[in-house]
């Protein structure tokens, strides 16, 4: 006898994001026939029509407030409306695969986990350098499948409404902007006995377009400093993803590269170790360097592997500043933007 499929609401939070809700919305309505029982986005302070847009591509609207009050906060008001068993959280700017919906039904029987997540796939809407790299570094980062993840993702992200209710919710109040709140609930989900999944076949296309300097500011900001703060209150908590033990390593690795350079220039050695350091970096990032290479050819593969040694040397200052200036996981001036990864 099959299981019964659980109910599921989807809630999408958006500011400023009719556009994106112009190809997010269709392909979820229609990936959920028959499994989704509303979809309800939440308005955040939009000034570009972002809720009547939603209402007509058959959305149900809820506005969260004149002034946006932050992704989390409007993931829970649009959470505390919904009438499913099952919360599945898609940001405004993710197009979902047909099957997205099913997969997250089919993983929420009445034995399954508290959370489940997906990944980006490896086909960005948007195709310019930075845009590629950031959106293929998240798909390359989500492909190993795992049933006990440390950290949740609620850019395509669902979690049992009982196991949501339990821990709070999104922490809407330190977290006011885009940040780490997804990864915040993970955290607390985990410390009440629940397990996450992580399921690299749910899958759904990001069609954020990113520059080089909003990929460092969101990096730093809305991501290093704050999860780094995290770490520092909630000690072994963490050790996926971005922070296991294989990425601290590669972090140490461009550190040492970095720090050979400068001895190179200034002839304070007669070895040119920076030419092995380098070569080093290079090979501890092949997986990366071939998901780059299939996803944008060699230039983006070479692009992406040089940015990604700054990309360990910029977060691992963000750690120390975080480790010795102390200040709390949801501080920090980050720039408002619409609910992203």
């Not at 944008?296 to 691992?316: D, E, K």
């Amino acid at each position: 006898m099959a299981e019964a499929l659980p109910t599921i609401t989807a809630v999408v939070p958006a500011h400023d994001a009719r556009t994106h809700l112009g190809h997010c919305l269709p392909a979820l309505i229609e990936a959920g026939r028959g499994l989704l029982e509303e979809v309800i986005v939440v308005d955040d302070g939009s000034t570009d029509g972002t809720g009547e847009a939603a209402a007509d591509l058959g959305a149900r609207v809820l506005r969260s407030a004149e002034r946006p009050v932050g992704p989390a906060a409007a993931r829970n008001l649009g959470a505390a409306a919904a009438g499913g068993e099952v919360l599945l959280f898609v940001d405004a700017d993710v197009v979902v695969h047909a099957d997205a919906v099913e997969r997250v039904a089919r993983t929420f029987t009445e034995d399954g986990p508290a959370a489940l997540y997906g990944s980006y796939d490896d086909s960005p809407a948007a195709r310019n350098l930075a845009s590629r790299y950031m959106n293929l570094r998240h798909h390359h980062v989500h492909r190993i499948p795992s049933a006990d993840a440390a950290t949740f993702w609620a850019g395509l992200g669902a979690v049992r409404r009982s196991a949501f209710d339990q821990v709070g919710g999104f922490d809407g109040t330190r977290f006011a902007e885009p940040s780490v709140e997804d990864i915040d609930l993970g955290r607390r989900l985990r410390a009440a006995g629940g397990l996450i999944r992580r399921d690299p076949t749910l899958l759904g296309c990001h069609r954020k377009v990113w520059t080089w300097s909003s990929v460092v500011r969101t990096d730093v900001f809305q991501r290093a400093l704050p999860w780094a703060r995290m770490m520092r209150e909630h000690p072994g908590a963490f050790g996926d993803l971005n922070v296991g033990a294989t990425e601290r390593a590669r972090a140490l690795l461009a550190l040492a590269w970095a720090a050979s350079i400068p001895l190179a220039i200034s002839g304070a050695t007669d070895v040119p170790v920076f030419l092995p350091l380098g070569a080093a970096a290079f090979l501890a990032n092949l997986p990366l360097a071939g998901t780059l290479l299939r996803g944008g050819g060699p230039r983006l593969a070479v692009v992406g592997i040089l940015f990604h040694q700054v990309y360990y040397l910029y977060s691992c200052a963000a750690w120390f500043v975080a480790r010795f200036a102390g200040g709390s996981a949801g501080g920090g001036a980050a720039e408002r933007r619409p609910p992203t990864s």
